[in-house]
Every structure is written in C-alpha cells, then in structure tokens.
C-alpha cells in the first residue's frame, strides 16, 4: 500500500508530505485547492505520463516520491533488475527541458518500465474510466478478467495462431491453373538463361579490370619501357641497377676498414638486390602486356551478356546467381505444391478441429463467468440503492477470430419495466457513478493490487445512494487500502483517515497544503461541505452526529 507521499514543486504545492494509512483515507477540500495535484503526483510515480506544465512557475524542476510498504515479490523486479524490497521506494524527477528520471529502490528504469510497475500497485479511477467501461470494445476483456481463464485463453491463442500459420502457408502455395503454368515459364526461361551464361561470382569486376588495362595498353607499354631503360640503362646511359651494383662493389673493398663501412656496404648490397628484383619484374610485367584486339573484343562481347542479366536480376554476378537459386526454389516450391498443398491441408482440418475445441471451451467458460458476474453486478448495485435493477452480458456469436467466437457486451436496465439496454444508453449521472463502483469493486476482487483511488467518482450522487455509496467504499477499504477524492460529506464521515486539502496566498504566490484532521478538524470540514461557506451550530452539529454514527 501506498504508506507516504512527497511532492516537490508540483504546480501550486512548493513541497508537501503526505502519509496514508490502511482502510479508508478520504481527500476533501474546497473545488481548486489542488485535489487533483495530489492524484496527477501518485499518476507520475505510476509511469503515467507526466508534463513539464506541472512543474511550479519559477521552478526548473518538480520532483514525486512514493514509499509503498507491503509490497510482495513481484516477478517485475526481477526481469528489470531491480532489489526488491517489501519497503519499495519509486522517485520521479520532472525538469522543464524535458527530461524525466525515474528510480525504483535506487535503480534508475524508464518510463514504461515504471507503468509496468505502477499498475501492479494502484489502480486510480476517476470519472472519465465510465467511457472505457461502457466501451462495448472492452467488455469482453473484463468478462476474460473476472473469469481468471487466462490459461484458456492462452490455449486458443497458440491454436489459432498455428491455424492462421497454415492459412498463410496455404494461400501462398495457391494458385490458378493459368497463373501457375505462366510462372513456371517464366521461372524456366529465367533460369535457363543464367545457367547459360555460365557465370562466376566476382568475374563482371575481373573482366571490367582487365579491359581497362587493355584500353590502355599502349600507353602502359610506353611508361614501362622508359621504367626497363631507367633500371637497366640503354646504349648512352647507365642504368639505376647497374650503378647500385658498380657502388656496391666499391663499397664491398671498403668493409673490412670497420663497422661503418661494412653496414653500408650490407644495406647497399640489400637495396641493389630489391632494384634487380623490381627491374625484373617491371619488365617481365611489358612481355606479359597484350593489345591483342581478339582478347578486348572477347571481354566486350562477355561483359555485354552480363550487363543484360545486370538488368533483369541484379547489380552483381554475386546477385545474379543468388537470383538463380531463388527461383530454382520458387520453381521447385511450385512443381511440388501439389503435394504440399494436399500435406497442408490435412493439417489444416485438424487444426481448425483444434481450434475450434479450445473456442468453445472459452466460450463456456466465459458464459458461466458471465452468469457470476451479472449476478455480483446485481447484488452491488441493489446494495447502492437501485434495487429494480437489471444486469446482463449479451453474447453475439462471431467467426473463428483473435479472440474466439464471442463479442460480449454489458447490458442494464435501471428502472422496473424498461428493456435492457447497452450501458451507455441507459445510466443517468448518478446511475453511472454508482454503475461503474459497483463494477470496479467485482472485478477488483480479481486482482492483487492493493491501493485503490477513487478520484470524485461520487459525482451526480446524492443523499441516501451517496450514504450507500460511502458505506460500499468502506467496505471494500477493509481488504484493501482505499484513497478517495470526495465532494460528500456522508463519504468524508465514513474515512479512517480525513486529508483537507486547501490554498493559500502568501506574498503574491499561491500554495496547497495536505493537513491531517484531528475529530475537531473533521467537524469545521464536514460542516464546510454540508453548509458552505455558511457555518452555523446546526451544521456543526449535523456534522458531530454524522462521525458519531460512522
């Protein structure tokens, strides 16, 4: 449960401490002294979206921090690699640059790691859940909750997904006698053409290489018999090498005359040999040089077949042959659908035999959670004063789909002698309050969270359903710890711990404070809410009565 709350530079709140206690803790304070801050600071230490808007005028940064005690040892701190401890600490940090940094126990995690989090830990709801309860598109995912069939669900899932599976496979292998006789032509000729073309990975770049040297052949020719006469010399001149070999002999009489002389005699005699080896090569590199027309005309003609296939099947040798394989494939696929198609379609009539079995299943599952449900419904709402009431959840049979054969909706009948009716055509405010507590507390017994709030769920209740209403909140509060935002003072009467919430100013700024009441405190705010602005002894005393016979 949530033990102490901190809040920091949240809007009109400069710094706030809060502590709640097990049961029921109820918020009441005058409309605009900062009710809602209290729930938007427990919203951002959930992994609710947060804004920099919150953050107070003036401020750079607001910051939230949350002590929840009993926290049992969820798998969650586990996959996110965060200590555990049954005293859990959550912070958030909020700056004006956008930033938000957020630490469990310490640990920094993301955003949407901390949601994940949050709502293992406090489920809020406020006025504006009656539009995602009475959405016909939810229903069924609440029947799925009450029902607890999680392991049915899962059952079907696995088996319509491998149906679905089969169904791909199947229309991929299917096709018209015509289109198939087209595409295996197709596939042939294009097969055969490449296969004809011989090719080997790599050899568009050898070929391209080499008529290059080629194209410019004679100009290579030239350059390196100017290189061959450099080395080796010609009829006027002496050659680099044979200049290295007259210097290395000359220095080969001087070695013996000491070390200086002998080291440059070795890297002479050293560089001499390199030079030889470099003439040799250079011009072995000329004898080796063609021009021959026959050879650029033959890489012509073979480069002129590869940039054909370029255009139909890639930029590449390498591409074109990967090509190749695939439509050997294709082509094998297609000869050989025939009996894939008939080994596939064995599979499928006992797959849609399978899945089907896991639907129904579901679906008689969820027809008796259905019946419990209403009934549960039922006994809430009568219990919240609305005792001709009528509640149903109304199946319509679908096609083999995502979530079985059932679309469910919730229907209600608030009055004696109307028809049922979907939810959302049928409630009236205070209908809707009291509707929508009454389902939130049967389908909260389902869960493990531990702190429910309620933040001015009372809205268009008044006098004996606002007493029922109070008195089932209280009662859900002896299970589990409940924070409740309220306008009603028969509501406010019942709380074990009373939280006024008010605004002053100080100084041209405004600010809220969170002060627990003691009894007198509770009687001045219960006689605010029952008589405004004007407190008389009748209203001080009405409000005295109202604790005493909590």
């Known amino acids: 449960m949530l033990s102490l709350l901190h809040i920091e530079n949240i809007a009109v709140v400069e710094r706030a401490e809060i502590a709640f206690h097990p049961g029921f803790n109820v918020l009441t304070g005058e409309t605009g002294a900062g009710k809602s ?24 940064w607001a910051a939230v921090r949350g002590v929840f005690t009993q926290v049992p040892e969820l798998p969650w701190f586990q996959e996110n690699g965060v200590d555990y401890d049954a ?150 001149t002496d050659g680099a090498a044979g200049l290295l070999a007259e210097a290395e002999r000359e220095l080969s009489r001087l070695a013996r005359y000491g070390e200086p002389f002998a080291s440059l005699h070795e890297r002479l005699s050293d560089l001499k040999y390199q030079v030889q080896d470099a003439t040799e090569e250079v011009r072995s590199a000329r004898d080796d040089l063609s021009d021959s027309a026959d050879e650029l005309e033959t890489i012509e003609s073979r480069l002129d077949v590869i940039h054909r296939l370029r255009r139909k099947y890639g ?39 399978a899945a089907m079995d896991a639907a129904r299943a579901l679906s008689e599952n969820r027809q008796e959670a259905a019946q419990r449900l209403s009934q549960a419904i039922l006994e809430e709402l009568r219990e919240l004063d609305m005792p001709r009431v009528q509640f149903a959840c109304q199946f319509t049979r679908t096609p083999l789909g995502p979530n079985g054969l059932d679309a469910a909706a919730f229907y209600l009948s608030a009055n004696a002698g109307e028809a049922l009716k979907p939810l959302s055509r049928v409630a009236s405010g205070g209908e809707l309050a009291r509707i929508m507590l009454a389902m939130k507390n049967v389908l909260a017994r389902q869960d493990q969270v531990a702190t429910l709030i309620f933040d001015e769920v009372d809205t268009g209740v008044s006098g004996r359903a606002a007493q029922k209403v109070a008195e089932k909140l209280r009662n859900l509060a002896q299970n589990k710890q409940v924070l409740c935002v309220t306008h009603l003072p028969q509501l406010a009467a019942l709380g074990d711990t009373h939280l006024l919430i008010a605004k002053t100013e100080r100084e041209g700024r405004t600010y809220t404070t969170v002060t627990p009441l003691d009894r007198q405190g509770r009687i001045q705010e219960l006689a605010r809410i029952i008589g405004g602005s004007s407190i008389t002894p009748i209203t001080l005393q009405s409000a005295a009565e109202m604790l005493d016979h909590t």
Do not use: W
Request: aromatic fraction near 6%; proline fraction near 0%; hydrophobic fraction near 35%.
């Open 37 to 60: 801050i209290v729930i938007d600071a427990i919203s951002a230490i959930l992994g609710r979206r947060a804004y920099r808007d919150m953050i107070r005028t003036g401020e750079t």
């Open 87 to 236: 005293e859990t600490v959550i912070q958030r940090e909020i700056y004006l640059d956008g930033r938000n940094v957020c630490r469990v126990n310490g640990s920094l995690v993301t955003v949407s790691i901390l949601h994940k989090l949050g709502i293992q830990l406090i489920n809020i709801h406020g006025q504006h859940d009656a539009a995602t309860l009475f959405d016909e598109e939810n229903h069924l995912q609440y029947l799925d909750a009450y029902a607890d069939n999680q392991a049915l669900r899962q059952d079907y899932q696995e088996k319509y997904a491998a149906l679905s599976a089969l169904r791909r496979q199947i229309d991929s292998l299917t096709m018209d006698e015509g289109e198939k006789v087209r595409r295996m032509e197709t596939l042939g000729y294009q097969i055969k053409e490449i296969a004809k073309a011989n090719l080997t990975p790599g050899e568009d770049e050898a070929l391209e290489d080499r008529r290059k040297l080629l194209q410019n052949a004679e100009k290579l020719r030239q350059g390196m018999d100017a290189a061959v006469e450099t080395l080796y010399g010609g009829e006027d």
């Open 315 to 353: 930029a590449t040798c390498a591409d074109i042959l990967a090509y190749y394989e695939k439509a050997q494939s294709e082509l094998e696929r297609i000869e050989l659908a025939g009996d894939e198609l008939e080994r596939l379609r064995g599979q499928l009539t006992a797959a849609e035999k």
